[in-house]
């Protein structure tokens, strides 16, 4: 059974840093991504960033392109690991983020593996 895990979040003032972890097994992918997405209230998940396996390829919205650094995926045997390290927080990036694996970007929201989320506040 394919468990997905982040960690991470909390609340930070705009211009500050946070950053949020995942951590995936269980599954038997591969060639695969690991990315984010978030969801403000409502009902659209938005994209954020993405990395690939194992050719590192970084994927990154552009709405956060240049503050948000997504890292290369580190595999130990059956456990993944990467991070998200968000730069210059603004208050719109407040919002549950959702850590994602998945056989390729296209995938991600119809045949990813997701975690239970966590939630980022950024106070203005």
């Known amino acids: 059974q394919v468990q997905v895990v982040e960690s991470g979040g909390g609340l930070a003032q705009a211009g500050g840093s946070l950053r949020l972890s995942c951590a995936a097994s269980?599954?038997?992918?591969?060639?695969?991504?690991m990315g984010w997405f978030r969801q403000a209230p409502g009902p659209e998940r938005e994209f954020v960033a993405a990395?690939?396996?194992?050719?590192?390829?970084?994927?990154?919205?552009d709405s956060v392109k240049g503050r948000f650094i997504i890292s290369k995926i580190s595999r130990d045997n059956a456990r993944k690991t990467m991070s998200l390290q968000m730069n210059n927080l603004k208050f719109e990036d407040t919002a549950v983020y959702y850590c994602?694996?998945?056989?390729?970007?296209?995938?991600?929201?119809?045949?990813?593996?997701w975690g239970q989320g966590t939630q980022v506040t950024v106070s203005s």
């Open positions: 269980g599954d038997t992918l591969k060639r695969f991504v």
């Open positions: 994602c694996l998945a056989p390729s970007i296209e995938t991600m929201k119809i045949k990813g593996a």
């Open positions: 990395a690939s396996w194992p050719d590192y390829t970084a994927h990154v919205a």
